[in-house]
């Protein structure tokens, strides 16, 4: 099994983002940690766990090598200053109940010394997400204390963004192309991940067995390329399907392209890089 990522197909996917929101506002990349892997222009910002210079997306994980943190109390500022990370986010809820603080805990965190960016975080566990008016009174009511706002994922690609917003962070975009809980499929761009599995074994009855067990896809809420296959089930180690015309045979390539939750499994199998 391997995993086939499209260099050319990512650069594409960040430049349409780009364009879908103003001049005044960046794009940047969310590497969480099991697709880290993937390269991103050079210079393009990012929040990343492990990779060198991100600002690091996970509470409590940061390290020397980033070049800032999300933050949730006075504590984390301090320890991190130790490490000199000058740049800061700082999570607010917006109606999700994840790792957002209050508005007005958020605010008094802040301090002088720093860099701080209040970090939305709206249509990603699931649709619950803060509209645009509601982003709106948010910044206004933070009342000058923070530098920047961030406002993430890639589901807010579908909306028209005040001026104000300084940066839009996308996961998902850069590598399917897709929009949650959009069906606005013109701002759509393309899939730049492809699994290939190989086909271990062919029966006489037109089952066949390939590679692409549970351990490394969830085959059901993937889809299939390649035709005249009918998926039967999976066990850990294989994939078995239906050859419904008696196209394959042993050692062919069988082309899946994967779904979001997949990547957790892939980032253990062999991968390649289309230019």
């Keep these: 099994m391997r995993l086939v990522i499209d260099r050319q197909i990512i650069e594409s996917n960040l430049n349409k983002a780009r364009s879908l929101v103003s001049d005044k506002t960046t794009i940047a990349v969310m590497l969480k940690s099991f697709y880290e892997f993937v390269d991103i222009p050079s210079g393009d910002p990012f929040l990343s766990r492990n990779k060198e210079g991100g600002i690091c997306y996970t509470v409590g994980k940061a390290t020397e090598a980033n070049s800032g943190a999300v933050v949730l109390t006075r504590k984390h500022i301090e320890d991190y200053r130790k490490l000199r990370l000058k740049r800061f986010y700082v999570p607010v809820n917006t109606y999700d109940n994840r790792e957002g603080l209050s508005l007005k805990d ?30 709106i009174r948010i910044w206004e009511k933070s009342d000058g204390k923070f530098d920047r706002l961030s406002i993430g994922g890639s589901f807010y690609l579908q909306h028209r963004l005040p001026n104000f917003v300084n940066e839009v962070r996308i996961g998902e975009y850069e590598l399917f192309g897709t929009i949650p809980y959009s069906a606005n499929y013109e ?65 062919d390539t069988i082309e899946i392209l994967p779904d979001y939750w997949s990547l957790l499994k892939l980032q253990y199998v062999e991968r390649s890089y289309k230019e």
């Design 187 to 251: 701002l759509f761009g393309k899939m730049a991940l492809m699994v290939e599995m190989t086909v271990l074994h062919k029966y006489e009855d037109g089952r066949l067995i390939t590679d692409g067990g549970k351990e490394y896809i969830d085959a059901k809420n993937s889809m299939l390329l390649s035709g005249g296959l009918q998926l039967l089930n999976q066990s850990s180690d294989y994939g078995i399907y239906r050859d419904l015309q008696g196209r394959y045979k042993e050692g």
């Design 106 to 135: 958020a605010m008094a965190i802040v301090d002088s010394g720093s860099e701080y960016t209040l970090m939305v975080t709206g249509g990603c566990m699931d649709s619950t997400h803060a509209d645009i008016e509601q982003i």
